[in-house]
């Protein structure tokens, strides 16, 4: 089925460690985003991408590292996972025309022990 | 800062009823979007409404865009239990380079 897909679905992870979050699309979206939402706090961008190749800050990059090697995939991975990063994850993509609305996936909930 | 502001936080209304949300936002834009949030689950686009266009309808959602007061609201008419989710704003804002900023959204609950 077209979408966007992540995994995992749920993860637990320690203090310090790392992890990717997997996020890819079938739709051939140039534009590619990585959100987190925490309860009172809607949704903030953390990176974005427009295209294969090019990737830039959201609003709360720090912690996170993005690539985009291919227009299908855009993986968000901590670096080294605190408590503050406990949240739920969503990727999103787009048609580079902005006449159209962002397809989500449907989350990561991640906690940080 | 988060470029849309959403009011009400929450909204309780009876079915049938009309419920409206509001979101300002601070800066250009190319185009305005809203979204809705079951619980739980990831976001649906509802509707998307550009800079120089003032009202769009799709079913029972009305958007209407105020460009000059840099707000907008979404109005869904004659509403249903099934309408209970979060309603979020999110502005493509001109000169941004493809990012999409969300408000803080609207809770609605549509009591049977």
């Known amino acids: 089925n077209a979408g966007v897909t992540q995994t995992p679905k749920f993860q637990v992870l320690k203090t310090g460690q790392s992890m990717t979050l997997q996020c890819a699309q079938d739709?051939?979206?140039?534009?590619m985003s990585w959100y987190r939402q925490d309860p009172g706090m809607g949704l903030r961008l953390i990176h974005y991408?427009?295209?294969?190749?090019?990737?830039d800050q959201g609003e709360v990059p720090n912690g996170y590292n993005v690539s985009r090697s291919t227009t299908e995939d855009f993986p968000l991975r901590l670096l080294s996972a605190a408590p503050s990063q406990t949240s739920v994850y969503f990727c999103?993509?787009?048609?580079?025309?902005?006449?159209?609305?962002?397809?989500f996936g449907s989350g990561t909930r991640l906690t940080v022990v | 800062s988060q470029q849309g502001e959403e009011d009400p936080q929450a909204l309780s209304i009876q079915e049938g009823e009309n419920a409206t949300m509001n979101c300002s936002y601070k800066t250009s834009i190319n185009n305005l979007q809203w979204y809705r949030q079951n619980s739980g689950r990831g976001l649906v686009h509802l509707i998307l409404?550009?800079?120089?266009?003032r009202e769009k309808h799709s079913g029972r959602l009305r958007v209407t865009l105020d460009t000059s007061k840099k707000s907008s609201s979404l109005l869904i008419t004659a509403s249903r239990a099934a309408d209970t989710a979060s309603y979020f704003c999110a502005t493509d804002a001109r000169n941004q380079g493809g990012k999409l900023i969300f408000g803080q959204g609207t809770e609605l609950s549509v009591k049977p």
């Open positions: 409404i550009r800079s120089n266009e």
């Open positions: 999103a993509s787009s048609y580079q025309d902005r006449g159209y609305g962002y397809t």
């Open positions: 991408s427009v295209g294969a190749g090019i990737t």
């Open positions: 739709m051939n979206h140039e534009y």
